[in-house]
């Protein structure tokens, strides 16, 4: 039998309409709703990290591969750049999130700026190198086919080598992207909240879990589906089957 003194703690938060387990603060915190006071499996309010969650991945790749595929053009037409810009890349890929994302708070401050810099950074590695394979794997007779059509180097580079090398483009693509679903989970360290934040607030909440495990997972996969959709709408030539 529990003592009195042992059940006041379950009586007050059974007055509040909490559930037995849950921090009295927290039941605080979240008495608007009877979904949180219950520790629900999901419950409505929590779209705002997911959709923000979203915003600095989206902005995170496209600065990416914005920089990545500058960075192989210039260094597909100039050959001895291509060791130093891959030495580049991979030290920033491999430095840990947490201390790249403390790295910069002096520097870019408290904020999204300072999560977009970090994750864009380890993104260029993956697209960088992907793109680059890409142009290297053009075949030759493709490319003497478009000088002999009287093309210049630049515009062979835009309209012979850069589109064969879009299935390696795309396949860096959705790496980078699918990585950095994952990685963006602690931008909240950054103060640029996302799933990460109300999982670290409080684990024990069934919610936060959720959000912090099933939508990554959910938007990882919506976003490697999208990015395949718009490859296979971007080369229709490899749909094509012969007869």
């Given at each position: ?203 024990t909440f069934k919610t ?36």
């Amino acid at each position: 039998m529990l003592t009195l003194a042992a059940k006041a703690p379950l009586l007050v938060a059974a007055a509040n309409g909490c559930a037995p387990g849950l921090p009295a603060n927290f039941c605080h915190q979240h008495s608007e709703t009877s979904c949180v006071a219950r520790n629900g499996f999901f419950c409505a309010g929590y779209t705002g990290p997911f959709f923000k969650h979203l915003w600095i991945v989206v902005i995170s790749v496209a600065v990416g591969f914005t920089l990545a595929l500058a960075l192989a053009m210039v260094s597909h037409r100039h050959r001895w750049l291509i060791p130093p810009l891959t030495g580049v890349t991979g030290i920033l890929y491999t430095v840990p999130s947490l201390a790249f994302f403390f790295l910069l708070l002096p520097i870019t401050g408290f904020g999204t700026d300072t999560a977009v810099i970090a994750l864009s950074a380890y993104t260029l590695q993956i697209i960088y190198r992907n793109i680059l394979a890409g142009l290297a794997n053009v075949p030759p007779e493709a490319k003497d086919a478009g000088r002999g059509m009287g093309m210049t180097e630049r515009e062979l580079l835009w309209r012979v080598e850069l589109p064969l090398a879009v299935p390696e483009l795309f396949a860096g693509l959705r790496i980078a992207t699918v990585s950095t679903v994952a990685i963006a989970t602690l931008a909240f360290f950054a103060g640029a909240g996302g799933l990460g934040d109300p999982l670290y607030k409080d684990i024990t909440f069934k919610t936060n879990v959720i959000l912090a495990g099933g939508l990554a997972i959910l938007m990882a996969i919506a976003l490697d589906a999208l990015l395949l959709g718009l490859q296979r709408l971007v080369t229709p030539w490899r749909r094509v089957r012969p007869a």
